[in-house]
């Protein structure tokens, strides 16, 4: 169902994937992708991103980061399926997806806007929890010269948030630290990289 937020096209599914199914995949990704912590570098120093994160995708999905040009791992059957499956359910094509895996309540996300050039004008990213329910949040952009509230929905395992349109542009979201004492919650963003 569609939320409503101005400026933006933004859609959720709680029960996208069964339980049994969510539960499944949420083990096979755990154990069967290679996880890693990046580092970001803040005024010189490289600090350690709170979550681990593993990139997969088609051969020419390459996208830049600190000046590199990088080539994302294959997709494993199992990410395979999923995006065929996503494909169906969104209409869209995708050919690559970043994982996140948040280990517990102060793995987050900080605020921001997936907005790279390598993504097109209108970004449309189909968003995947599994594991432990988390809140996402949605704040406008500074500047970009509307009032709206925020907004804040809880994520559960097997639910499909799905960004399109003018939401990247308008908005940005988040995934805060929560003090709640949570388990391991892994999130899949598909998207499409365009040269
Ligand atoms: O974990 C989430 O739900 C959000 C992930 C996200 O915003 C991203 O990977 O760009
Ligand atoms: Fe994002």
């Given amino acids: 169902m569609p939320l409503a937020m101005p400026r933006a096209d ?3 599914q709680n029960d996208f994937l069964p339980p049994n199914e969510a539960a499944a995949l949420f083990l096979e ?3 069967g992708i290679a996880w890693r912590q990046e580092a970001i570098h803040l005024f010189g120093r490289a600090v350690p991103q709170p979550r681990l994160i593993a ?4 051969a020419g999905a390459t996208y830049r980061y600190s000046g590199l040009q990088l080539q994302p791992e294959p997709l494993t059957p ?3 399926a999923l995006r065929l499956r996503l494909q169906q359910a969104t209409g869209a094509a995708y ?3 970043l994982l996140n895996l948040y280990r517990h309540g102060q793995d987050s996300m900080g605020w921001h806007a997936d907005d790279e ?3 097109g004008p209108a970004p449309v990213i189909a968003s995947l929890s599994l594991g432990a ?3 996402f949040r949605f704040r406008p952009r500074s500047g ?3 009032e709206a509230a925020p907004v804040s929905l809880e994520l559960p395992g097997g639910s499909l948030l799905l960004m399109q349109g003018p939401t990247q542009h308008n908005w940005q979201h988040a995934l805060p630290k929560t003090a709640r004492s949570v388990g391991p919650r892994i999130n899949l963003t598909f998207r499409r990289i365009v040269a």
């Fill in 78 to 80: 199992v990410l395979h």
């Fill in 144 to 146: 970009a010269g509307f």
């Fill in 10 to 12: 933004v859609r959720f």
């Fill in 133 to 135: 329910t988390r809140r």
């Fill in 95 to 97: 050919n690559s997806v």
């Fill in 55 to 58: 990139w997969h995708g088609d």
């Fill in 117 to 119: 050039s390598e993504l």
């Fill in 29 to 31: 990704l755990t154990n």
